[in-house]
């Protein structure tokens, strides 16, 4: 559904002339990196931290509950897409738009696609149900920008009856610069563009075609229009203000190496969040990746190139690569309680004042995470050791270890070290829990999918996946079930230190681990 | 002939519709259909037929033999 683009030397739009109070944001974000989750080492993987921190406020506005801009937001808030865009422009080989079913997770893939008023008796529905329900997406299943009217008409609609939701799309690029006015002016103020490449030489190993101006192009010259129309729609973009996010598809031996570029292209450009994402390209899924074979990244490659890039810029990690018709929290899809049959029979009924009152609540609870992580941060002061290590826990959100081992569908990966938790991934993993019997074999695939990590946190966990968790080097850890996740993460940490300083257990490092490609089920 | 579009392969995704400068195509049961009486394989107005530059899947709009070749008016 995306694109990708590439720069040359002479890409359209250098030189855009920027105004003074946009210069001063700029220097602003690029001083502060986007992100402040303060205590982490280095910065932080995520648009935004729990608190304003240095943020300037007209960003912070915009970040602080938009579950995709802000990693700490995710915890807490939801987002939704509508499949109101069909239509796409470019080819990339790692989608197939023919492929539909409604247990696959990712881009380009949704079960119905709704008509700008379907989608807008949609957004009602799901906020009235879901109040902590902040953000509207248009992510395709094509590009929403090569289906103008149905998005801007949708836009134009929501921004009537739900004037409190934030609007956003995800596009490809290669129409963007067209209609940046009608963005700025339909208030949209997150644009993601997906860019994997800033050479046509590497993009055309991606992009079979594009089709611009009447003509379909194929090879380096459909790369290098991408390219160069995506970066000056990047650059017309930051230039009114626009949050950008880049996504980038990780692609071992295509742009590896080269997203290191990317990273700095956009970075130059104002982009304010880079997330690359691993290949999906499961041979099921009928894109060319997946029938010639190309593979995706393991969890240590993905993380590498993620932290070599964290250096230049903001990081997200927490993106879960969902389906242009998700609804719910990152983690979760609960668009199968929305089915057009559904909210057309829903009596809905938008109430504004409930919603700003429950997300009062929610901010309450995020103050109360922020602080019990700085005081539990603060008994870390003056420890002194060079151990970095991941923990995988089990949540259902709020920033709690709230879930079962056997229920968890993911897992989020935290690096500890002596500066702090720091957010740095999530996994996939099947549902190891089938009505009560513990399956074997989704045990093993479970313990693949965090074989990097040292401990896993749940609220609880049966005997005998936590006798083979153990065995397998993970320390099964039940003992901060509901509590705040960060500040559990450190206190077990400096017991942990502790134990390796009086010589009671050894650090070993940990191996790799795998990102699961297959279907995401919903849970039971 | 015209173009004609191959039901069991088209995804709906109707990137085809505005591209057509004749209007010819409209969505019918789910897919989408190219109106024979007006299709003119984009002949005087474009370099190659749209339907088919801008379909995600190959070979779906495809030249239909049941109907004489489109002939560009003198």
Known sequence: ?524 | MTLKIIASQCTSCSACEPECPNVAISEKNGTFVIDPKKCTECLGHFDEPQCAAVCPVDNTCVIDPAFPRYQVPA
Request: glycine fraction near 8%; proline fraction near 4%; charge should be negative.
């Open chain 1, 1 to 524: 559904m995306d694109a990708t683009t590439e720069h040359v030397g002479d890409a359209v739009g250098t030189n855009v002339e920027t105004n003074i109070d946009m210069d001063d944001l700029m220097q602003k974000m690029a001083e502060h990196k986007g992100c402040g989750t303060s205590g982490s080492s280095g910065k932080a993987s995520c648009g935004s931290g729990a608190g304003q921190n240095d943020l300037p406020t007209e960003i912070w506005e915009k970040v602080k509950n938009h579950p995709c801009y802000s990693e700490e937001a995710h915890h807490h808030y939801a987002r939704m897409h509508v499949a109101v865009a069909p239509a796409c422009n470019i080819q990339c080989n790692y989608c197939n738009r023919k492929y539909d079913c409604a247990n696959e997770s990712r881009p380009g893939v949704v079960s119905e696609k709704l008509t700008p008023e379907q989608a807008a008796k949609k957004v009602l529905a799901v906020a009235s149900t879901i109040p902590q329900m902040t953000v509207l997406g248009i992510a395709g299943p094509g590009d929403p920008l090569a289906n103008p009217e149905k998005t801007f008409k949708t836009f134009e609609l929501i921004s009537k009856t739900a004037p409190d939701i934030k609007l956003c799309l995800s596009t490809n690029g290669l129409t963007l610069p067209d209609h940046v006015d009608t963005i700025a002016r339909y208030n949209v103020d997150h644009v993601t563009i997906t860019i994997n490449m800033v050479d046509p030489e590497v993009g055309a190993k991606i992009y079979p075609w594009i089709f611009w101006k009447h003509k379909r192009y194929t090879g380096y010259e459909a790369a290098k229009i991408l390219t160069d129309r995506q970066l000056q729609g990047l650059e017309m973009l930051t230039e009114r203000g626009i949050l950008c996010k880049i996504n980038s598809v990780m692609i071992p031996g295509i742009n590896d190496q080269h997203l290191v570029e990317v990273n700095k292209a956009v970075k130059s450009r104002g982009a304010f969040l880079h997330n690359i994402m691993p290949l999906i390209s499961a041979p099921e899924h009928g894109t060319v990746f997946g029938l010639n074979g190309q593979r995706g990244p393991s969890a240590q490659e993905l993380k590498a190139l993620q932290d070599s890039c964290e250096g230049e810029m903001n990081m997200m990690r927490h993106c879960r690569q969902c389906r242009a018709d998700a609804v719910g929290l990152l983690g979760e899809d609960r668009s199968a309680e929305f089915t057009t049959d559904k909210i057309m029979a829903m009596d809905v009924n938008y109430d504004m004042e409930g919603r700003k009152a429950y997300q009062a609540m929610v901010e309450e609870e995020r103050v109360a995470k922020v602080a019990a992580k700085q005081e539990e941060l603060e008994t870390l002061a003056g420890a002194q050791s060079d151990i970095k290590l991941l923990v995988a826990v089990a949540t259902k959100g709020s920033g709690l270890i709230n879930e079962h081992f056997g229920h968890a569908k993911e897992f989020q990966v935290y690096e500890l070290s002596t500066a702090g938790a720091k957010f740095v991934g999530h996994r996939r993993v099947d549902l190891y829990c089938q009505g009560g019997f513990g399956d074997e074999d989704s045990l093993e695939t479970v313990i693949r999918a965090i074989n990097d990590c040292h401990a896993v946190f749940v609220a609880k966990v049966g005997g005998c996946p936590k006798a083979d968790l153990a065995k397998a080097g993970i320390d099964p850890v039940d003992q901060y079930a509901h509590e705040f996740i960060e500040k559990s993460a450190i206190t077990w940490f400096k017991d942990y230190l502790d134990k390796v300083k009086s010589g009671e257990i050894e650090h070993v490092a940990r191996g790799d681990a795998a990102i699961r490609q297959g279907a995401l089920i919903s849970a039971a």
